[in-house]
């Protein structure tokens, strides 16, 4: 299972950065993101899938095998166009239940760690600065913060040791 959520970063001249991820549920692992000073639509949530899909896979036109995406019910994860896509590329779309964000309770930890961890601990005086710094907040977060349920591994480092006989 994958899923996806996204958040906004606000910035200190009230500029804001709309940031939209796509977390492996298994390694938590951050596979993809798009970031906008814009609004995140169904074309966003469409590039995101096929950045996940092409990290984890390569370029193909469809996964092996399905994978489940969750999501809450944001209008950019639920219109037609971008269901239809998901399922085309091999991806199954799930949403939680109205009002009910703990039940995307992994993309939502996520969320909480990188405002906490990365956000909060920054200079943010301007979007472009935040765009700037959100690609190293990443690669920080999947190569070296541990998380409890990896046995305190990074997600990288998790997944190097389901790879190592």
């Known amino acids: 299972r994958w899923c996806s959520d996204g958040f906004?970063?606000?910035?200190?001249?009230?500029?804001?950065?709309?940031?939209?991820?796509?977390l492996d549920c298994c390694d938590r692992e951050a596979m993809s993101y798009v970031a906008t000073t814009g609004g995140i639509g169904g074309q966003e949530v469409r590039n995101l899938m096929v950045a996940?899909?092409?990290h984890r896979f390569g370029q193909v036109n469809r996964l092996p095998q399905t994978i489940e995406w969750l999501t809450?019910?944001?209008?950019?994860?639920?219109?037609?166009?971008?269901?239809r896509f998901a399922r085309e590329i091999g991806l199954e779309p799930?949403?939680?239940?109205i009002e009910s964000p703990q039940s995307n309770g992994m993309a939502e930890a996520f969320v909480r760690t990188i405002k906490r961890?990365?956000?909060?601990?920054?200079?943010?005086?301007?979007?472009?600065?935040?765009?700037r710094q959100l690609p190293a907040?990443?690669?920080?977060?999947?190569?070296?913060?541990?998380?409890?349920?990896?046995?305190?591994?990074?997600?990288?480092?998790?997944?190097?040791?389901?790879s190592t006989p």
């Open 8 to 22: 906004e970063i606000g910035c200190d001249n009230g500029e804001r950065v709309r940031v939209a991820f796509a």
């Open 94 to 97: 799930r949403t939680t239940p």
């Open 52 to 54: 996940a899909v092409e």
């Open 117 to 131: 961890d990365y956000v909060r601990v920054s200079p943010r005086p301007d979007a472009e600065t935040v765009l």
């Open 137 to 162: 907040w990443l690669a920080h977060y999947n190569e070296v913060h541990p998380h409890k349920a990896l046995g305190y591994r990074s997600p990288h480092e998790f997944i190097e040791a389901q």
């Open 72 to 83: 809450d019910n944001g209008s950019a994860y639920i219109a037609t166009e971008t269901r």
